[in-house]
Nanobody, 124 residues
């Protein structure tokens, strides 16, 4: 499956962005989807994941409810709504797809396909 992330950009502190990740090539609803990010000089970090069809979600604790993952299987797209952004959210954001059989995953090693990344910059 090919993944194309979009929606990044420059935003001020306290602002919001919605990232999108469009999938193509295979049946989107067969894949668990996840969002990760990588800030300069840091390791890639798990943010959120969503199951195939029922839409069960799981988030890293550090997001404190500011981000919401969702998916629209009819549009082959997964979203990440980001609110109350702070400079520490500045990073390249990646979407990923997992073909493994579990409900959802937090480990990047269990994701098979990755988007190219979209840069989010939060200015103070």
């Amino acid at each position: 499956v090919q993944l194309q992330a979009s929606g990044g950009g420059l935003v001020q502190v306290g602002g919001s962005l919605r990232l999108s990740c469009a999938a193509s090539g295979r049946t989107f609803s067969n894949y668990v989807m996840g969002w990760f990010r990588q800030a300069p000089g840091k390791e890639r970090e798990f943010l959120a994941t969503i199951s195939r069809s029922v839409g069960r979600t799981y988030y890293t604790d550090s997001l404190k409810g500011r981000f919401t993952i969702s998916r629209d299987n009819a549009k082959n797209t997964v979203y990440l709504q980001m609110n109350s952004l702070v400079p520490e959210d500045t990073a390249v954001y990646y979407c990923a797809a997992s073909g493994h059989s579990g409900i959802y995953y937090t480990s990047d090693s269990l994701y098979d396909y990755w988007g190219q990344g979209t840069l989010v910059t939060v200015s103070s």
